[in-house]
């Protein structure tokens, strides 16, 4: 009885999912044929079977537009009878399928326009993106019923798109709903007008699918995909959508992937347990919608095909999603509050944009960043929230993670105290005023030295000066990240204290703090026309160094900080000073 019990359960269940994908696979409607010809067919015979199908079926097959003929795309008029017939006939063998050239349209439910907040920006925490990044650099396709450059939109950058249903290049907006759209992208922002935009430093693609009612074909669809993933579009937004699967759409989807584009589309707008096409391929972001309170927006698609949730709006007023759009009639503009799948998916866009912009490249990247950094919602089981709610602040921070930004070095700076002017006064990277003192005492001895010994200032005695008093110090505790500090204590020493440089001692070693270098010097550029001054300053310099070591540091290895070590510094700048002088004299700079 039990058994017989589940059984029963079963067929119904099993019945039920029958009767839900029967009417599936019957949504999508069309009034036209798609004939995608294989590449390896001859353009004669193409040309042959086209004159054939004219005549058995009394139509008039055509190229889709002038970017049909490399892939050898033909659209041609016909119902499902045709479209049975044809896939019976031997064309099938020459062509890679043939399909419905469905109609999709776009998912948006007018609003009140009286809304005049933005809760939908602070809900995905834009701000704290702004931060980082505004989307300079990268390039977002609107695919959509075109873009009207309204006065919000005159600031933000574009590049040249194509109107696909009209067969022009210039791709203006007649019905308001691809305007709105790609406001949230990209609105012009801080220009003290309007509403602002995500992504408001990025560039607009405008590609023209959808008709002033809001439909448009597949055939379409797929090749604004190509065209902008051929024409360098880093993101493509797809706020359209319908029920029937076409292959078509699926090649141009995988196309624009494989060039790196990000396609980001709508999951649709009647409350249905699985996302509509093209939110449901691979490859593609799908977007539920999420109302002001964060909950699944009532008309969202759920389960199946979507991805990540944005704000989409609900209800009338305050309660949708606010841009610059036109009215459809006159071409005005205005603003008004849209609701819709088609309104969340911009959103995702955007901050797919904003990721590129921070540098993340590859789509199954960026979209694990968009998920990764995504507020997740523990219960869902239907799958209304994808990986969970978008979170733009988040998903740049992860993006950005172990990158360095010029923010991050300024924070850097002021967070060891290089900003502060104690910390060049008080010590930091090595003690200012110390350090002056050994340089202005380097220029004291050499003036000192001129008197008995006149010479010519030279900038070969003036680096010896420096080299030999002080060395570039300002870079001895200087450090960049995870780099050895090596390199700028030695970069950063004076000769005596090159000895201890590697080390990072404060104790200085007696063969470097003494007399040797100085006549080593001395001794390999006395004859050297303009560098035996070199050798004379840092003489010099080293004298003035232990003088002032001496008195406020006296730390010599071996000999402590007592009084043995002031006694040898001392001596030892002492003889310096006496090398300098025989040297100079008699003798003339260059």
Known sequence: ??????????????????????????????????????????????SAQVQAIAQQYNV?????????????????????????????????????????NYRYSAFEVPNDPDYSKQWNLRSIKVESAWDETKGSGVTVAVIDT????????????????????????????????GTHVAGTIAQSTNNNYGVAGIAYEASLM???????????????????????????????????????ESQLLKEAVDYAYQKGVV??????????????????????????????????????????????????????????ILQETIQPDTAEPVFV???????????????????????????????SVLKQSSLVIQDDALNYFGAGQIDAGAAVKLAMHGQISFKDFFRWLRDNGYLNPRFWI?????????????VLGSYL???????????????????????????????????????????????????????????????????????????????????HRSWKWFAIGSCLGVASCLVVSALVSPTVWGLGSGILAQIFLIANALLCYELAALATKGEQTA
Not at 70 to 99: C, P, W
Not at 152 to 172: I, R, S, W
Not at 429 to 438: F, G
Request: hydrophobic letters at 50%; aromatic letters at 10%.
């Open 1 to 46: 009885m039990r058994r017989l019990f589940l059984l029963c359960l079963f067929l119904i269940g099993l019945s039920f999912a029958l009767f839900n994908f029967k009417g599936l696979a019957s949504k999508g409607d069309f009034e036209s044929i798609v004939l995608d010809f294989r590449e390896n067919v001859p353009a004669s015979q193409i």
């Open 60 to 100: 008039t097959p055509r190229l889709n537009s002038e970017f049909s003929k490399s892939d050898h795309v033909y659209i041609v008029k016909g119902d499902r009878k045709t479209l049975a017939a044809l896939k019976k006939s031997q064309l099938a063998k020459s062509t890679e399928f043939i399909e419905p």
């Open 146 to 177: 075109g873009i009207s450059i309204v006065p919000d939109l005159k600031d933000t950058k574009f590049v040249p798109g194509y109107d696909f249903v009209n067969d022009q290049v210039a791709a203006e907006d007649d019905s308001g709903h």
């Open 206 to 244: 405008p590609l023209k699918v959808l008709s002033s009612f809001g439909g448009g074909t597949v055939a379409d669809i797929a090749e604004a995909i190509k065209f902008a993933a051929d024409n360098n579009a880093d993101v493509i937004n797809l706020s359209l959508g319908g029920g029937g």
């Open 263 to 320: 396609v980001v589309a709508a999951a649709g707008n009647v409350n249905q347990n699985a996302a509509s096409y093209p939110a449901r391929f691979p490859h593609v972001i799908g977007v539920a919608a999420l109302d002001a309170t964060g909950e699944k927006a009532p008309y969202s698609n759920f389960g199946a095909g979507v991805d990540i949730s944005a704000p989409g709006g609900a209800g009338r007023g305050a309660g949708g």
């Open 337 to 367: 509050s849209f609701q819709g799948t088609s309104m969340a998916a911009p959103h995702v866009a955007g901050v797919a944009a904003l990721v590129k912009a921070a540098g993340v490249e590859e789509p199954d990247q960026v979209l």
């Open 426 to 438: 008080d010590g930091g990277a090595i003690a200012l005023l110390p350090k002056m003192a050994m």
């Open 445 to 527: 001895l050499a003036w000192v030295l001129r008197v008995y010994f006149p010479f010519t200032w030279s900038w070969s005695l003036f680096n010896g000066l420096v080299a030999g008093s002080s060395g570039l110090f300002f870079l001895r505790g200087f450090y960049i990240f995870d780099l050895p500090q090596w390199p700028f204590r030695v970069l950063g020493s004076s000769i005596p204290e090159l000895g201890n440089a590697i080390a990072g001692s404060h104790a200085l070693n007696p063969l470097f703090a003494s007399v040797l270098i100085p006549l080593g010097l001395i001794a390999l550029l006395l004859g």
